[in-house]
T-cell receptor, first 111, second 114 residues
C-alpha cells in the first residue's frame, strides 16, 4: 500500500471547521483513501473513504485533489469530542485487505 | 451499535502465564479478521491476519508460536499470548472486514504483564 504523510499534530477551535491534510503522492489508480480516527484507549473508528470524487457523510467530508496525490478531511463544526488521532490510509479495494496505519495527526479541539 | 465485540477490555497477568483475547463479529460473518498491537504513543502495528478455517498469516517479526490465533468460526477469532512477559504489555485490537469495503475495530484489550 502507498505511504501517506500527515502533520503530526494540529489544533482547532471548538465550533470551527477542522481541515486535516494528507499527502499520498504514490497512490495507485485502484487505491482508495480511507480515514479513521482513534480516541484515547479505544479502537479506531471509521470516518469516510473515497476513490476520486469528493465524499460527504454525517461525520465529515473528504476532498480529493484531481491528481489524487493529496486529500483533506473536513470536520465542519469541530467539538471537543473530536479530539483524537486521525489516520489517513490508502488501500486497495479488493478482497479483505488489511489496513496499514501511519503515524496519523493528533487533532486537539480547544474550547 | 457495536459491530465488533472484544473481550476482555483489560487484563493483568503474571509473567509466564497465557492470556486469551476474544474478538467477535456481531452483525455479519467474517472470514477475515486482523489483529493489531499498539504501544503507548505509537501507531497500530498489524500482527497477523486471521482466516476462518485456516492458519493465520503473521507479519514479519511476529512470533507465531507466541501469539496463537484461532479463527474457528465465522464470528469468532481468538488471540492467545503465551508465556507472557512484561514486554508483551500492550494494547491489542482486532478488526473485522465487512466485505471489501470497510474494516471495523474492536474496543481493544489493554494487557499488563507483571
Amino acid at each position: 500500500d502507498a505511504k501517506t504523510t500527515q502533520p503530526p499534530s494540529m489544533d482547532c477551535a471548538e465550533g470551527r471547521a477542522a481541515n486535516l491534510p494528507c499527502n499520498h503522492s504514490t497512490i495507485s489508480g485502484n487505491e482508495y483513501v480511507y480515514w479513521y480516527r482513534q480516541i484515547h484507549s479505544q479502537g479506531p473508528q471509521y470516518i469516510i473513504h473515497g476513490l476520486k470524487n469528493n465524499e460527504t457523510n454525517e461525520m465529515a467530508s473528504l476532498i480529493i485533489t484531481e491528481d489524487r496525490k493529496s486529500s483533506t478531511l473536513i470536520l465542519p463544526h469541530a467539538t471537543l469530542r473530536d479530539t483524537a488521532v486521525y489516520y489517513c490510509i490508502v488501500r486497495v479495494y479488493q478482497g479483505a485487505q488489511k489496513l496499514v496505519f501511519g503515524q496519523g495527526t493528533r487533532l486537539t479541539i480547544n474550547p | 451499535g457495536a459491530v465488533v465485540s472484544q473481550h476482555p477490555s483489560w487484563v493483568i497477568c503474571k509473567s509466564g502465564t497465557s492470556v486469551k483475547i476474544e474478538c467477535r463479529s456481531l452483525d455479519f460473518q467474517a472470514t477475515t479478521m486482523f489483529w493489531y498491537r499498539q504501544f503507548p504513543k505509537q501507531s497500530l502495528m498489524l500482527m497477523a491476519t486471521s482466516n476462518e478455517g485456516s492458519k493465520a498469516t503473521y507479519e514479519q517479526g511476529v512470533e507465531k508460536d507466541k501469539f496463537l490465533i484461532n479463527h474457528a468460526s465465522l464470528t469468532l477469532s481468538t488471540l492467545t499470548v503465551t508465556s507472557a512477559h512484561p514486554e508483551d504489555s500492550s494494547f491489542y485490537i482486532c478488526s473485522v472486514a465487512q466485505g471489501e469495503e470497510k474494516l471495523f475495530f474492536g474496543s481493544g484489550t489493554q494487557l499488563s504483564v507483571l
